[in-house]
């Protein structure tokens, strides 16, 4: 899904505190509260999870949260406390305008998250702006790049933001090689009608993950988890020309209304992927419009109990819930309401 990414001057010059020192709070970020001792959750454990990307910068242009006995709260020590999120997911682009999302942006929120306890998945988009099925642009750094260029662009992208991670002691579970990529990825070298390029990427993606976090599940990513034939074709692809990933990951984004019906599919192709594919899933991205809170958290808590009964799903992470409706040009499936956490949510408890 396309969303416009354009910071005030003010976000500019906050951002620049960020990229200009990673060893301590930023000026973009909530102040540190006081640090109580907290237990990380085991790893492997199914994961109850936040994309929480915009943040920062939500934060730089002054946006609080409250939990729900109206203490102003840091979002993600809220989404924990207060509705049992245990993982945060953060995206990753290659040169953002504005700088959000960058590597050390996201090795600001990735180190918050880590100090509170919570699991990271980081979601590499290979991109300087959004990725899904309809806009996989090139980094224009990477532009003019042949294949074998590309390769060796993705390993060291991928290389070098894990390797910031990893001198600040946070230590990724998950990591996505592309966002929605059913089309492929880095068009046009990457698409997946190329021959075998896509898997190639994917592939440099993989390895490049691998050598600096061993232990870390890799996915690759497609939307519409109700709808087989998507997940078909790629995970074809990826057998046929030797792609590698430890596992596949959905989106899932159910209609008013037709919750009950999403969910039946998706449990439904769960099973049908790993019967086929041998792969466990993850629903890296779930929501529906801020104003069905109750519907959204029925839904998640029947796709919990289906899902875990396949033995397959291996976890749900929210998109960005802390989104206030219509942030960021008309985004609706947060859900917050007034800088509080709705029901939505309670389906984690």
């Known amino acids: 899904m396309m969303?416009?990414?354009?910071?005030?001057?003010?976000?500019?010059?906050?951002?620049?505190?960020?990229?200009?020192?990673?060893?301590?709070?930023?000026?973009?970020?909530?102040?540190?509260?006081?640090?109580?001792?907290?237990?990380?959750?085991?790893?492997?454990?199914?994961?109850?999870?936040?994309?929480?990307?915009?943040?920062?910068q939500m934060e730089s242009e002054g946006m609080t949260f409250m939990n729900k006995a109206g203490v102003p709260t840091e979002c993600m020590k809220l989404l924990k406390e207060d509705c049992n999120v245990d993982a945060i997911r953060l995206r990753v682009w290659v040169n953002p305008a504005g700088g959000w999302s960058s590597a050390d942006d996201v090795l600001v929120k990735a180190r918050r998250a880590a100090a509170l306890g919570l699991r990271v998945m980081i979601d590499f988009h290979f991109s300087d702006t959004w990725a899904d099925p309809a806009h996989q642009q090139m980094p224009a750094a990477w532009d003019g790049l042949d294949l074998s260029g590309l390769k060796a662009a993705v390993a060291e992208h991928v290389s070098s933001v894990l390797g910031k991670l990893k001198a600040y002691n946070v230590t990724p579970e998950w990591v996505q090689i592309g966002n929605e990529t059913r089309t492929g990825m880095m068009w046009p070298v990457g698409k997946i009608d190329n021959g075998t390029s896509y898997a190639e990427l994917t592939n440099a993606g993989y390895d490049a993950v691998k050598a600096v976090f061993p232990k870390a599940s890799v996915i690759v990513h497609i939307d519409g988890g109700d709808n087989l034939a998507l997940y078909t074709r790629v995970f074809n692809y990826m057998k046929t020309n030797g792609g590698k990933y430890d596992m596949i990951g959905m989106s899932l984004y159910p209609e008013t209304g037709k919750a009950s019906e999403y969910?039946?599919?998706?449990?439904?192709?769960?099973?049908?992927?790993?019967?086929?594919?041998?792969?466990?899933?993850?629903?890296?991205?779930?929501?529906?419009?801020?104003?069905?809170?109750?519907?959204?958290?029925?839904?998640?808590?029947s796709l919990i109990a289906?899902?875990?009964?396949?033995?397959?799903?291996?976890?749900i992470f929210y998109w960005e819930p802390q989104a206030p409706a219509g942030y960021n040009e008309g985004y609706r499936k947060g859900c917050f309401d007034g800088g509080k956490p709705t029901v939505a949510l309670d389906a984690f408890k």
Not at 9 to 26: F, G, H, K, Y
Not at 306 to 315: I, M, R, V
């Open 306 to 315: 289906k899902g875990q009964a396949t033995g397959h799903l291996k976890g």
């Open 3 to 56: 969303k416009n990414m354009f910071g005030t001057i003010l976000s500019l010059m906050m951002l620049s505190c960020v990229q200009t020192s990673c060893t301590q709070e930023s000026p973009v970020t909530t102040p540190t509260q006081q640090q109580e001792e907290v237990k990380a959750v085991e790893p492997g454990t199914f994961a109850r999870g936040a994309d929480v990307s915009w943040l920062t």
């Open 263 to 301: 969910v039946d599919k998706c449990v439904s192709n769960i099973t049908k992927l790993f019967d086929t594919y041998g792969k466990p899933v993850m629903i890296c991205e779930i929501g529906m419009d801020y104003d069905q809170a109750e519907e959204c958290r029925d839904c998640i808590a």
